[in-house]
């Protein structure tokens, strides 16, 4: 019997469900690439999707039990890869979302890799450390069933951190009864992880918005530039910026922001985020809220915190010159008509902050083999690829007369269709 209540969405509208807005991306490209209906089908959901309510023994003694997941959306070119975000916010629909942005990413920027996603419904930051670790090999013993070197790669995404893959990587060894580095990226370097890991996806935005600073007719160095949310994406990326003397001037973190026309002190901003301070009242700049930062006027908007952060309410009065996407799905499709629309150069999440995903590939590749490449081997590597992909999606943009998301679905989903089909239906 065929799936029901397939997620067609039929015209684009404004949605804040991740899931519905992903196949409305889909479903934008399908009749341009020709895709029949079963292929949209196929490609339209997940092809696995675990749920787990798991028990954890907390600090006071008391038993509590979580939900989490793993989705895998499409393996037909590789293993499925993608990352653990552990969030209060975690439901299916998101990690469906960010499951199937995967297999377009992975695609995209040719490393062969389907796409999944994991999330454990839960504030990481009310947890102890030991409650940390004990969810964190429980959920990992609860999906181990789907994972693998080759049948699926967990990494770090929202909430997690190396920490925690190294918690994976640890409790999948421990059944296995040997050591398998593999089976998990972002992993500390002293068990298998790659060097420029932890910085990868935040330098693969900068390289990104380099290309479109020299679009916008400016110098990195003299932009002036906003990033949301100061994690492990935000926070490489605006550190990078500065190191390369380009004006940060707004940050914020999800307790709010702040703005100096002159240049925020990033490393001081950064520093106050990790202990959990906030950033206003702090001498750093004019307090701001984190919605007040993504209407700043600056030449690059880096939105790196979380989805739907750009909405039909708002992206009409988004002032940026351009958006560099660092957080995946933080522009809904109707707010993406209207950037257009009002001429705002984007550059879509699964090229923006594909950075990572290319250099957890690395760190597959090298855990596998057992042979470490330098930091310079990796950063230059990864440069070499996301650039191949940003050229290809220019391209594409030029010759289709689209923008950048649609020129870069146009290719990351052509290549999963063609995959699918030229391997066929089983049995
Ligand atoms: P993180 O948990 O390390 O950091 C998230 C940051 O965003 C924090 O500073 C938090 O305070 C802030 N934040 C949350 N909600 C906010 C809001 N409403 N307004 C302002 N700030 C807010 O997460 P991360 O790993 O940096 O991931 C951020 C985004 O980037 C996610 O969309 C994730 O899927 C995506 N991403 C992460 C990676 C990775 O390698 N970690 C790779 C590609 C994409």
Not at 108 to 120: E, R
Not at 206 to 215: L, Q
Not at 374 to 393: G, H, I, P
């Amino acid at each position: 019997m065929a799936v029901s209540g397939a997620p067609r969405c039929g015209s684009i509208r404004e949605s804040t469900n991740p899931y519905e807005n992903a196949v409305q991306q889909l479903e934008i490209v399908a009749d341009r690439l020709g895709l029949d209906e079963g292929l949209l089908q196929v490609l339209s959901y997940p092809q696995r999707e675990l749920t787990v309510n798991f028990p954890v023994k907390m600090d006071d003694g008391t038993t509590r039990v979580f939900k989490g997941y793993r989705v895998q959306h499409n393996c037909a070119r590789g293993p499925a890869k993608g990352g653990i975000r552990y969030s209060p916010t975690a439901g299916l629909d998101e990690v469906r979302a960010l499951a199937m942005w995967m297999t377009w990413k992975c695609a995209l920027v040719s490393i062969p890799f389907g796409g999944a996603k994991g999330g454990v419904m839960c504030d990481s930051r009310a947890l102890s450390l030991g409650e940390l670790e004990r969810l964190t090999r429980r959920y990992t013993t609860a999906i181990s069933v789907v994972l693998g070197p080759n049948r699926d790669i967990p990494a770090p995404d929202a909430g997690t951190n190396p920490q925690v893959m190294g918690w994976i990587m640890d409790t999948y060894s421990m059944h296995q009864g040997f050591t398998v580095p593999a089976v998990v990226t972002g992993k500390p370097i002293s068990i298998g992880g790659s060097e420029g890991r932890v910085e990868a996806t935040g330098r693969g935005i900068v390289i990104a918005a380099e290309r479109v600073a020299h679009d916008l007719g400016v110098r990195l160095q003299d932009a002036t530039i906003a990033v949301q949310g100061l994690g492990n994406v935000g926070a490489a990326a605006a550190s990078l910026f500065a190191q390369m003397g380009a004006r940060v001037v707004g940050l914020c973190d999800v307790q709010g922001g702040v703005y100096n026309e002159a240049g925020v002190d990033v490393q001081a901003a950064i520093d106050r985020t990790r202990r959990g301070e906030s950033l206003q009242d702090a001498g750093l700049g004019d307090s701001i809220s984190s919605a007040e930062l993504l209407e700043l006027p600056v030449d690059i908007l880096v939105p790196a915190a979380t989805e739907n952060q750009i909405t039909q309410a708002n992206a009409g009065r988004v002032r940026a010159r351009a958006i560099v996407e660092g957080a995946n799905g933080p522009t809904t499709p109707v707010a993406d008509r209207i950037l257009c629309e009002r001429g705002v150069l984007l550059v879509p999440d699964i090229l923006a902050n594909a950075g990572g995903v290319i250099v957890s590939y690395f760190e597959w590749v090298q855990d596998l083999q057992s042979f470490f490449w330098s930091e310079v081997e990796v950063n230059d590597r990864m440069k070499r690829m996301l650039l191949q992909a940003y050229d290809a999606v220019a391209a594409m943009a030029k010759a289709e007369k689209v923008n950048l998301r649609t020129a870069a679905y146009l290719i990351g989903v052509q290549r999963v269709a063609e995959a699918t089909k030229v391997r066929g239906i089983y049995p």
